[in-house]
């Protein structure tokens, strides 16, 4: 068949998104498709930096065209993204963060149990994609961002009386720890907390960004309910320990999320076994094994994998270095990357696919 930009876009219609279920050319994926001789190139937009099918899809690219248009073609395939926005219409406050294509929230139920350490290393691994990428720490009574990126100044203000967040590790930063002094705010109740909160991000200039990590407070009390009502989320994550005591908060988590028409994201799993520096085969189940496995699936939520217990995980942590930076290479730091690539990867088809529900829009009506 002869190369032209037609054939070539034909072929690619034989491409389908795993994730999406259609084809890339229907998904408007492909662009800039240009032709010399037998020199093919073209560019795929996919809808996150981290996709974990990029090598799959740009070798099913190849294959299409080399097959499907000319076998001596050469084809050569620049892999770009889009991140899609998130349609929350009807939820939360349509003109807060506008600039912002996606807001998750990470919650747990249970206190302790690493939501901020995920948070934390998702934002960076996300970041380190080339994703634009933004956390903020809505807890006040105990904020665990100033010490985790081991950041302690105050935000500057701009022109627009603006906060402008702090910038580390590629990831714009927001803490309650920067602003109020946490000695006075354990006197705050609830209703000053979250409209702090609300008036936290709505006036601080986070710019355009693809990624919006919301770090909650543990529990699901009026404080975690009316930040995640404010907000237009795109989803939650959900963060637990095996142990059964964590899991049972997990589960009132997913209710809470679930009653206000927020979609979870996925369950993570922290804490899932240790393996001791010197037994590298060894794995103990130290929280019981596999129990935010086993319940994302009696929950059908997508379970997003575990991390397992590091000693280096926790140092980091304490001094400000986020292990996917300290130690890349660490069975952790690759663990948050899978993680931090599963989240985008629902994000992805949750906005290819998510219509505005009418639960929601009764629900805010
Ligand atoms: N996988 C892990 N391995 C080792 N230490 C961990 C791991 N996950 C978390 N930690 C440590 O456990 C402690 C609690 O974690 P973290 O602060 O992230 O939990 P949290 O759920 O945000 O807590 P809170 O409910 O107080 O907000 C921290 O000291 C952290 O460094
Ligand atoms: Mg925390």
Request: charged share 25%; hydrophobic share 40%.
């Amino acid at each position: 068949m002869k190369i032209t930009k037609e054939n070539i876009v034909d072929a690619l219609r034989n491409v389908i998104d795993p994730d999406l279920g259609k084809d890339l050319v229907s998904l408007g994926m492909i662009e800039d498709v240009e032709i010399e001789g037998k020199k093919v190139s073209f560019t795929v937009y996919l809808t996150t930096p981290a996709c974990p099918l990029k090598e799959e899809i740009k070798k099913a690219c190849i294959n299409a065209v080399t097959h499907l248009v000319d076998k001596e073609a050469e084809v050569s395939v620049h892999m770009s993204s889009r991140v899609t926005k998130s349609r929350t219409e009807g939820q939360g406050d349509q003109n807060l963060l506008k600039g912002v294509k996606n807001i998750i929230a990470v919650a747990s139920g249970k206190g302790g149990v690493g939501k901020s350490t995920v948070s934390v290393n998702m934002a960076v691994a996300l970041a380190k994609t080339g994703a634009k990428v933004g956390l903020v720490d809505t807890d006040i009574y105990g904020p665990s961002i100033p010490t985790m990126f081991d950041l302690h100044e105050k935000p500057n203000i701009s022109a627009q009386r603006k906060l402008i967040p702090l910038e580390k590790y590629g990831v714009k930063l927001l803490s309650m720890g920067f602003l109020v002094d946490t000695d006075d705010a354990v006197v705050w109740r609830g209703p000053m907390v979250s409209s702090a909160v609300k008036q936290f991000l709505s006036e601080a200039d986070w710019g355009e960004l693809d990624y919006l990590l919301l770090d909650l407070p543990p529990g699901t009390g009026d404080i975690q309910l009316t930040i995640v009502q404010s907000v237009p989320l795109t989803g939650a994550i959900i963060v637990s320990t095996p142990q059964t005591v964590a899991l049972d908060d997990a589960r009132k988590g997913v209710a809470m999320f679930g009653k206000v028409g927020v979609p979870v994201l996925g369950i993570v799993e922290n804490m899932a076994f240790f393996t001791p520096p010197d037994l590298p085969d060894r794995k103990y189940h130290i929280f019981g094994k596999d129990g935010a496995k086993n319940l994302a699936e009696k929950l059908g939520v997508p379970f997003l994998g575990e991390v397992p217990i590091e000693e280096q995980l926790r140092e980091g942590g304490d001094t400000g270095r986020p292990i996917v930076d300290l130690a890349p290479d660490s069975p952790s730091s690759v663990a948050f990357n899978q993680l931090a690539m599963k989240a985008a990867q629902q994000i992805a088809i949750r906005n290819a696919t998510r219509e505005p529900t009418e639960k929601i829009e009764i629900l805010y009506r």
